[in-house]
């Protein structure tokens, strides 16, 4: 079967119709979740305090969901309008950009304490126009980044090389950019479990301890694992949540929330909020 960036450009292959259909999909919305828990407890952020998280091709937001789970705000940005169509529908919390990681980013130096990016920067090694350089669009990527994270903090990418090839190339480029780190291969001898990591450091914290490479899960396990487990505690209560229904929350109250979201965020034609506000309103024959 051919890998999905062979076939057309992201912002192609992922339509209206792709795009539901993935966001849909309660398999994927399982393996994206463990992807993310683990994206996150790689970030090794402080305990019990909120930060500032980059979600580099955020997609429709499923990644965003844990994040915010997490206690952590966020911001999201992706190449494939259908997909962030779907998150505002799906009403997440981040703030959301519509952008080409390739052409750079343009936030302030220091903006972010940490960026997760899940299946996306294998897409960036694809010239997908005659203008298209992987390399120098690599290169635009990673040192855009480095300048929008803090001092000593990390980036962590899951994604799925093709080769070894190209793993030496991101690896290359992202040092070349100035970021410390390196690959880290979970359940390596699993053929279905395996998954790489990139984790990236900005430089040392002043006074602070050492960054080191964390060690990866299952390296001495031998065939597929019979369960992964994650140093997090809220990753049991959301799996034990999704086994009954979820119910509504928007009520009165969360309408009112978006509504201001929506006017931080300079939108206009805002409703007013009124007593009639998420009022239940009768079926019309």
Request: glycine share 8%.
């Amino acid at each position: 079967m051919s890998r999905p960036e062979h076939q057309a450009p992201p912002e192609i292959y992922y339509n209206d119709q792709q795009a539901k259909q993935y966001t849909s999909n309660n398999r994927i919305q399982e393996i994206q979740s463990q992807m993310a828990y683990r994206a996150l407890e790689l970030l090794n952020l402080a305990p019990d305090t909120s930060a500032y998280i980059l979600d580099i091709g955020c997609g429709s937001g499923l990644s965003g969901e844990i994040i915010e789970e997490m206690g952590h705000i966020w911001v999201g940005m992706d190449i494939s309008p259908a997909m962030l169509n779907v998150a505002l529908e799906c009403g997440v919390e981040g703030d959301l950009f519509l952008q080409d990681v390739g052409q750079g980013m343009a936030f302030r130096p220091g903006t972010f304490d940490g960026a997760i990016s899940i299946s996306m920067l294998q897409w960036l090694c694809n010239a997908d126009r005659k203008s298209h350089n992987p390399k120098a669009r690599l290169q635009r990527f990673f040192s855009t980044l480095f300048s929008s994270l803090r001092r000593g903090a990390r980036a962590v990418f899951q994604f799925y090389p093709e080769n070894d090839a190209q793993c030496e190339l991101i690896m290359n480029v992202a040092m070349r950019c100035g970021f410390e780190g390196g690959m880290l291969i979970d359940y390596p001898n699993s053929r279905k479990a395996k998954k790489y990591y990139l984790c990236l450091f900005t430089g040392q914290v002043t006074g602070g301890d050492k960054q080191e490479m964390p060690r990866a899960l299952g390296e001495d396990e031998v065939g597929e694992p019979t369960n992964i487990s994650y140093s997090t505690e809220r990753m049991p209560i959301r799996q034990k949540s999704r086994e009954k229904p979820r119910k509504s929350i928007k009520d009165k109250e969360w309408v009112k929330h978006k509504k201001e979201i929506a006017r931080i965020r300079g939108k206009k034609d805002v409703p007013l909020d009124t007593k009639y506000t998420a009022r239940n309103r009768k079926p019309r024959f």
